[in-house]
Every structure is written in C-alpha cells, then in structure tokens.
C-alpha cells in the first residue's frame, strides 16, 4: 500500500512526467529505426555512434558550450564516417565502428577527466538518468522524431528493398548508396534524443531489442512495423517504473525490461514448437 | 518506351576485379528483342559477372555496354527483372510474405514518395495466380521449399513488367520436376509475353531445348549465334580445354 501512493505522489511529480514523455517519443522513434537496422545487419552501430556521443559531449563540456550540440554534431559526422569506412572494401564492417567506438570514449573520458570541477554526473551520463529532462529537451526530440518519422515514410519502400536484399535493390535502379547513409544518420539522431533517459552506454539496446523481439512473433513485414512499437513502448514504460520503484538508473532497468521481452518470447516459441511437434507425432 | 534493337550491345567488354583477376575479356554480343539465350559456361566462368555488368552493378574495365539503346544503364533498369544466383530469403527468420517480397519488385514503378497503388496490387495478385502460388501469399518467405522460393523470385522479376529478363543459375538447388515446369514458364513467358530473356545455367541438355540463342563463356567468349548452329558436342569440349590450357600456362608464365 504504501509503496502504490508513494509510486502515485512520484507520478505526479513534473520531472518525472517528463521523464516519462521523452521515454515514450525514444521508444516510437528508435523502435521503428530499429526495425532497419537489424534487418541490415548493423546492430552495433547504435553502440559505436553512442560512444562517438560520449566524446562530444565531453567536448562540450571542456569548451564550456552545450554539450548536445557538440554530441550531435559528432555523432553526425562519425555516422557518415563509419558508412564510409562499411562501404569501403578495404576495411571490415564491425572493425569500422570499432575504431569510432574506441575514439569516442578514450577521446571523452580525457576530456572528462581535465574538465573536472565542472560538476559532470559520469553516472547519468552513462547510464541514463529520470532527473537530466528539461521540457526543452521534450520539444526537441518530438520534433526531430517528427521529422526523423517523416523521412521514413517518405523513403519507406526503398528503404525496406534496401533492407531485404542490396544487390537486387541495386538491380532495381535504387541509389542503396543513400540509404545506408541515411540508416546510420537517423541512427545518429537517435542516439542524441535518447542520452538523457537511457546513456550513452545503454543506448544501443533500443536500437535493436524491440526490433528483434517482433521480429520472432511476425509472419510479415507489415506485422513487424505494427508490432516493433508496441514492444518498444512496453519494454520503455516498463523499465521506467522499475526505474522509479527501485530508485536505479532507467537505462539499465529499460535495457533489462527489453531483454526480459525477448527471453520471454523466445521461450514461448520453443514451448509452442514443442507443443506443435508432440501433436504431430501423437497424430502419426 | 521506344522500340530499340538490338536492346543490349556489348561491345568488347573486359572485367577486371579490384584484387587483378581478369574475369572477362573480348565479349560482343547483341540481345535483341525477344530473344531467349542460354548465356552457359562452367563454374567461375563470368557468367554472374556478364550479367551483373548488364545491370550495372559491376563497372567494366574496358569496353560498353548499351541497355536499351543507352550507356546510362540505370536509366532503363526498371525495364528489367533480375532474378540472383540462390536467390531465396536470407535467413528463415526474415520477416517478409511472399506477397510483400513480390511487391517489392513493383518499387521503381511506383514512384518516389509515392506507396504502392490499385495497379501494383493487382499486378501482385496476378503474379501470385500465374505462378501457381497464390496459397502461400502469406507465408513467410524463409519457410518455402527450394522450388517455391524460386517460383516467388521469378514472379517478383517479372511483376514489374520486364521487357528484359536476366536469370542467373535459377534452376541450382531445385528437383527435377520443378525444374522443368520452371522452363515451360520461362518459355511461356517469352513467347506469350514477349518478354527477352538471358538466363544463365548449367543444365546444357535441357536449356538448349527452349532458346532460340546460345551465348558460351569461359571468361572470353567460344560462341555465340542461334541454337541450331550450337553443337554441344564441339563446343563444350572447346571451353573446358581451352580452359585448362589457360590455367597451365598462367602457372608457367
């Protein structure tokens, strides 16, 4: 009982109202962008451009400027340096963000270690934090979902012949050079709309966990692209109250949420395959 | 779209690849409309790398290539229907129908910012009747047999109303007897149709049966010119030898 009204009189609270807003506009946007980036096969690339985030916005700390746009600015360009480097044949995919990765993070804790003094919450940074959201911060990524959304639709069925297979999209005359620039951009955006709630260190999971789970229970695309959301609102929503309920940073306890989805669904299809297969040799 | 012919014209065309392996080299050959070639040679003979080089997904080293009366090959793609090598889903969890990776081939007809339409639908619909897969428009791709995968690749080619087919391999990895209900569309799909087509093939005894022209590769090229003219007996003997000469004398330069 006294747990209901204490999470009751939270909910009411205005921080963590906003908390749950952006978390809302994160789980719609990055779940429907993750939809493209597993099935292109370039689910590390949410971890990569999280780090290259890391460093910028250490670097806006150290310059003493706003840290978010540093952060967007270099995730941005790191976005379009790893596709660059993914397109090259002469460096391997995964080793190309890598390298971004370890740049990033080397490059931002330097940073973050002579800028001390600053008052810089390294934990928050990492890991996400309910308390970081300002109702700028809301306006800006509804906004910039709005447009990110927007890109999608209007590209959406040379993005999905891209995602289904490159070669014949190339044969169908579609440039595929564009959009696997524009996958890692966008992927790029959210990453920067995501940090405050889900850290830079977390990020990546809501760039693939929800895409990956509907992917497991959909016979079609169209189910996917219905199912990849709701997931994601589930997984957000949920780990959001862990996060208040027991006072732990929300990436983690969002992160968990998704992976405790996923494993539930897994293991629901192996106990429906069992089932399915016991009937089959029952009838023989 | 104006009548051309020929619709493809390649013209002393050689491939070398990034890593100095010359994969073809002196081709000439003329497609005209209505043509159905068998394009054969042995494995890693440039047969893909041909067609490939056609839809220009690969550059050639030197020489042209003319679609449809055009060096600016990616203008006219959409005039084309291609059908890869193995072509089937990539993993068996890829989360596309057979009716939505049918669709997919009605992408360049429908128009940037534009979705699919009443006609894209239709043609969809007609596709799933003429290749006799109208049942599994809602299975899931990655569970068809070799056979079916192969029938829903070729419809996905042919439903954005090619004038020029290219099909590589498409017969590898499938039974006998889809194999041959697979030629009789091919061939009915050429003479109802009208519709040109290059498909490439190891299966000599029974390609030769349906083309009207054999194109013969084994990195340059042994013969080229009507099916009645071919004689498997001369020529494939020709390829393969000439081959092994090739390969004895690059190992004693």
């Not at chain 1, 310059?63 to 460096?91: C, D, E, H, P, Q």
């Not at chain 2, 959409?78 to 889903?89: D, E, F, I, L, T």
């Not at chain 2, 042919?158 to 889809?178: A, F, I, K, Q």
């Not at chain 2, 109802?192 to 490439?200: A, D, L, Q």
Request: aromatic share 8%; with cysteine.
């Amino acid at each position: 009982m006294m747990i209901t009204l204490d999470l009751l009189s939270l909910l009411q609270a205005g921080f963590i109202q906003r908390a749950f807003m952006i978390s809302i506009i994160i789980a719609v946007l990055s779940s429907v962008l993750s939809i493209f980036i597993v099935l292109k096969k370039m689910s590390l690339i949410g971890d990569g451009l999280a780090h290259t985030a890391f460093g910028g916005l250490a670097l806006g700390y150290y310059l003493n400027i706003n840290a978010l746009w540093t952060a967007a600015v270099t995730v941005i360009l790191s976005s379009l340096g790893i596709t660059k480097a993914m397109r090259s044949t002469k460096v391997a995919g995964d080793a190309a963000i890598a390298v971004f990765m370890q740049l990033g993070l080397a490059g931002g804790i330097v940073l973050i270690s002579v800028s001390r003094g600053f008052g810089i919450n390294l934990e928050s940074l990492l890991f996400g934090s309910v308390l970081l959201v300002n109702f700028d911060q809301i306006i800006a990524a509804l906004i910039t979902s709005a447009i990110t959304l927007g890109i999608i639709f209007l590209f959406f069925k040379e993005m999905v012949y891209v995602i289904f297979d490159e070669t014949q999209a190339r044969a169908a005359g579609i440039k595929t050079w564009f959009f696997d620039y524009l996958i890692s951009v966008l992927a790029g955006i959210v990453v920067i709309v995501a940090i405050p709630i889900m850290g830079v260190l977390l990020i990546s999971a809501l760039l693939v966990l929800p895409a990956l789970t509907s992917i497991q229970l959909s016979k079609s695309f169209r189910q996917t692209v219905i199912l990849s959301p709701i997931i994601g609102l589930i997984t957000v929503i949920s780990g959001m109250f862990m996060s208040i309920i027991i006072d732990a940073a929300p990436g983690g306890t969002i992160v968990l949420a998704g992976l405790a989805i996923l494993g539930t669904v897994f293991l629901l299809k192996r106990i429906q395959s069992f089932f399915e297969k016991s009937r089959k040799t029952s009838v023989n | 779209m104006e009548q051309v012919n020929p619709i493809v014209e390649i013209r002393d065309l050689s491939v070398r690849y990034p890593n100095g392996v010359l994969a073809l080299e002196d081709i000439n050959v003329d497609v005209n409309e209505r043509d159905l070639i068998a394009l054969i040679g042995p494995n890693g003979a440039g047969k893909s790398t041909l067609l490939k080089v056609i839809l220009g997904l690969i550059k050639p080293t030197s020489g042209s290539v003319k679609l449809f009366g055009t060096q600016e090959l990616s203008k006219n793609l959409k005039y084309v229907g291609y059908v890869p090598q193995s072509a089937q889903a990539r993993d068996s969890n890829m989360p596309f129908s057979v009716y939505e990776t049918i669709m997919l081939g009605r992408t360049p007809h429908a128009g940037l910012f534009h979705g699919f339409g009443a006609q894209d639908k239709q043609k969809v619909e007609e596709m799933l009747k003429l290749f006799g897969i109208y049942d599994l428009k809602d299975r899931k791709i990655g569970q068809l047999s070799g056979g079916q995968s192969q029938r829903v690749f070729l419809a996905k080619a042919v439903v954005g109303e090619p004038r020029l087919l290219l099909l590589d391999e498409p017969t590898s990895g499938v039974d006998t007897t889809s194999k041959s209900e697979f030629y009789n569309v091919i061939e009915r799909l050429n003479k109802e149709r009208g519709i040109t087509v290059i498909i490439s093939s190891h299966d000599i005894g029974v390609i030769t049966k349906i083309v009207n022209r054999v194109l013969c590769i084994n990195r340059t090229q042994f013969f080229c010119g009507e099916n009645t003219d071919f004689s498997a007996s001369i020529e494939i003997p020709k390829m393969y030898n000439h081959a092994v000469e090739l390969m004895k004398h690059d190992d004693h330069p």
